[in-house]
């Protein structure tokens, strides 16, 4: 474990082999009944690179005429998103620190292409509680900075079964994907990249 600045804590290996395989089947069962789609930037609607779904009572999407945000419900199905994962609310449990379950777990795939821009994760409520990064699959640059989109950056490469957790000073930092770098892991047969991210979006009452 290490903090690699106040609140952002980095776990390598959190999950071992056999236990990312397992959320990797779960994941394809998740597709399959909520399909990935691709977001869409505010306004522009300019497409992300990344494909996304989600599952848990809340899941973000994006789109151009109605920018970010949490909805219950799939943009292209209609449907309630699929349950979050046991093994991934026990991850929370055991890591986030905080009282109440996550809402969203949002799923981003990433080809081998793909890159995820510097941005600050802010359209939930609960800022209190961090954000859990689960990466799968294709290891990947993840640059991070401060506060203020002008600081300094630092990188670091994610690999397979890493967990990332970002809360306390630092829930509100920059951070992307630079990039994937192919063929780093053969946990997934098609390549690329899977990264799941838990978030608490509502204030507990
Ligand atoms: C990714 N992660 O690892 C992108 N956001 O693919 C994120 O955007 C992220 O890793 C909030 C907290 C942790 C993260
Ligand atoms: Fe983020």
New binding site residues.
């Given amino acids: 474990m290490a903090e690699l600045a106040p609140g952002l804590i980095y776990l390598p290996t959190y999950f071992d082999r056999a236990q990312q395989q397992q959320l990797v089947e779960t994941l394809r069962d998740i597709v399959k009944e909520a399909p990935l789609f691709t977001p869409q930037m505010p306004k522009t609607g300019k497409p992300f690179s990344?494909r996304m779904t989600n599952c848990g009572s809340l899941g973000w999407v994006s789109d151009r005429l109605g920018g970010y945000r949490y909805q219950a419900h799939h943009p292209l199905t209609g449907l309630a998103w699929p349950a979050i994962p046991e093994r991934i609310l026990t991850a929370w449990r055991d890591l986030a620190g905080y009282p109440n379950l996550p809402e969203a777990c949002?799923v981003?795939y990433?080809a081998p292409n793909a890159r995820?821009g510097l941005?600050q994760?802010r359209d939930e409520l609960a800022l209190d509680a961090?954000?859990?990064?689960v990466?799968l699959g294709d290891s990947?640059l993840?640059r991070y900075g401060g506060t203020q989109r002008k600081d300094r950056t630092k990188s670091i490469r994610?690999h397979s079964g890493d967990v990332?957790?970002?809360g306390g000073a630092s829930r509100l930092i920059f951070?992307?994907?630079e990039r994937v770098l192919p063929g780093t892991s053969t946990l997934l047969a098609d390549g690329g990249?899977i990264?799941l991210?838990l978030?608490r979006v509502t204030l507990p009452n």
């Fill in positions: 990344v949002l981003n990433y995820m941005h994760d961090p954000v859990l990064s990466s990947a993840f994610l990332v957790l970002i951070h992307g994907i990249r990264n991210t978030r």
